[in-house]
């Protein structure tokens, strides 16, 4: 609950006339939680849309009330007077699927009560609330229909018209809220790389500039290396050693390599916390079948974890090798669920798997046959589709709706966390050879002239998730 202080006048009226103003300090945004809260809200909605405004007859109540997904805010005074109520929900809209969310919300049937549209600000307030648990919820793209007179309220915050239509016989507008999820975590992952390894750029083979593994220069070996958060490391150390031979292992992967060993650099504060990180790295060694032969091991220091993997293969697909007109493709492992503790932000999908399963993750590249391929890491789904296209040369196209996605996760937080494994290729055409059984691959957009990541929606819409460059680095 968030306590929204009405110390500003609202000079935009929601609807009809207004009388004066109660006299009251202040009032709260809360979630309707009980019978009665709907109750007061729809009788609210009935007085405002029905007999105040006509634009219904006799009810405005519709499908979005009996969907269960379907949250109600209100604002009410601390006497528990309800003043006004809006209503948040997934799309309700011919080209959404039914049965899946995928973070495209609407919000709908904001009514502010006639005593106070005057001074209290409360229209403003709810639409402030709804943009905010819009996107808690892990919507990618919140939009609203609202009628013309009201559009200067929602431009004043912030919100961008997009389209003008007729609804109830009066005229409308349709308002999109910028969310900018994908633009902020690439900003502040990888944003930083382009200007600060410009001087390493000339040692970098031809075709891997950005890529996190690189052939070595006169061998079939390709190399990765991959450091873990020390926030991460501190709080989880078995899981951090697991991680550090995973995403090492993705980075040769995503190259086509054969991985063949790994060297490790562990700092820790005492020997105990050492071998806690070590017995991650040692499980996780054992269950991909890939030695550790050689490494660091420094005590009295502050955590810190980073691996490097080296593997074979006489053909490394580069991460930016694609062109505008090929397709692109997410190959994922579904499987699995949150990590505890992490809920949104690292996705499991490793620590149950055999063996001989995790081991087969290594043929995925090699039987897409791919011109470009790059392992989804730190940026997320959609920003390492963007690294993938810049890479190229090229701007990015997702379809939503086809991403590969679990069932157990919103689609903002899946398409911007660490999935476990997953890749991102592009290719000419769909001829590749069979991938592991438990494994997801679809088609799920294309690759444009341009730059950065458009968002395409079931109904056609395109939002932007990355406006330009992800890493500064440029074509590869």
């Given at each position: 609950m968030s306590r929204l202080r009405a110390d500003l006048v609202d000079d935009v009226v929601l609807a009809g006339h207004s009388r004066s103003a109660p006299s009251l300090e202040g009032f709260v945004v809360v979630r309707a939680e009980s019978p009665a809260d709907l109750a007061a809200y729809r009788a609210l909605r009935r007085e405002v849309f029905v007999h105040e405004q006509g634009l219904f007859t006799g009810s405005d109540l519709d499908d979005v009330d009996d969907?269960?997904?379907?949250?109600?805010?209100?604002?009410?005074?601390?006497?528990?007077?309800?003043?006004?109520?809006?209503?948040?929900?997934?799309?309700?809209?011919?080209?959404?699927?039914?049965?899946?969310?995928?973070?495209?919300?609407?919000?709908?049937?904001?009514?502010?009560?006639?005593?106070?549209?005057?001074?209290?600000?409360?229209?403003?307030?709810?639409?402030?609330?709804?943009?905010?648990?819009?996107?808690?919820?892990?919507?990618?793209?919140?939009?609203?229909?609202?009628?013309?007179?009201?559009?200067?309220?929602?431009?004043?915050?912030?919100?961008?018209?997009?389209?003008?239509?007729?609804?109830?016989?009066?005229?409308?507008?349709?308002?999109?809220?910028?969310?900018?999820?994908?633009?902020?975590?690439?900003?502040?992952?990888?944003?930083?790389?382009?200007?600060?390894?410009?001087?390493?750029?000339?040692?970098?083979?031809?075709?891997?500039?950005?890529?996190?593994?690189?052939?070595?220069?006169?061998?079939?070996?390709?190399?990765?290396?991959?450091?873990?958060?020390?926030?991460?490391?501190?709080?989880?150390?078995?899981?951090?050693?697991?991680?550090?031979?995973?995403v090492n292992l993705n980075d040769l992967s995503a190259m086509g390599a054969t991985p063949v060993a790994l060297l490790d650099a562990v700092g820790a504060r005492d020997r105990s916390f050492a071998r806690r990180v070590l017995r991650g790295l040692t499980e996780a060694s054992q269950a991909w079948g890939v030695p550790v032969i050689g490494g660091h091991t420094q005590l009295g220091v502050p955590a810190a974890l980073s691996v490097t993997a080296l593997g074979r293969t006489s053909h490394p697909v580069p991460g930016g090798g694609a062109a505008p007109g090929e397709s692109l493709r997410v190959t994922a492992d579904l499987g699995g669920g949150w990590r505890p503790r992490y809920t949104g932000a690292q996705w499991d999908s490793s620590s149950h798997r055999t063996g001989e399963e995790l081991r087969a993750l290594a043929g995925v590249v090699p039987a897409l046959r791919p011109t470009a391929a790059k392992d989804v890491s730190m940026s997320g789904l959609v920003g390492t589709t963007g690294m993938l296209a810049e890479a190229s040369g090229c701007r990015a196209v997702l379809d939503v709706a086809a991403v590969p996605a679990p069932t157990g996760a919103t689609a903002g937080d899946w398409l911007t966390c660490f999935p476990g494994f997953a890749m991102v290729s592009a290719e000419r055409s769909a001829a590749r050879a069979p991938l592991p059984a438990f494994t997801t691959s679809s088609v799920c957009g294309e690759l444009t002239t341009g730059a950065g990541v458009g968002l395409r929606w079931p109904d056609g819409v395109v939002t932007e998730a990355v406006t330009s460059t992800v890493t500064g680095m440029g074509p590869s």
């Open positions: 969907d269960p997904r379907t949250l109600v805010l209100l604002a009410r005074t601390p006497e528990g007077e309800v003043l006004g109520g809006v209503r948040l929900h997934p799309a309700h809209h011919p080209a959404a699927p039914a049965d899946r969310d995928l973070g495209w919300w609407q919000g709908s049937r904001l009514a502010v009560a006639r005593d106070a549209r005057l001074l209290l600000g409360v229209g403003a307030a709810l639409v402030r609330a709804a943009c905010a648990t819009a996107e808690a919820q892990g919507a990618l793209r919140f939009e609203a229909t609202v009628q013309a007179q009201n559009e200067r309220l929602f431009r004043r915050l912030g919100w961008v018209p997009r389209e003008r239509t007729h609804l109830h016989g009066r005229p409308h507008v349709v308002l999109d809220w910028p969310i900018a999820r994908v633009q902020r975590l690439v900003d502040a992952t990888k944003a930083a790389l382009g200007g600060l390894l410009e001087p390493l750029a000339h040692g970098v083979p031809a075709g891997f500039l950005g890529d996190d593994g690189a052939p070595v220069p006169g061998s079939d070996l390709v190399a990765a290396c991959d450091a873990i958060l020390p926030s991460l490391v501190e709080r989880d150390p078995e899981w951090a050693g697991w991680c550090a031979v995973l």
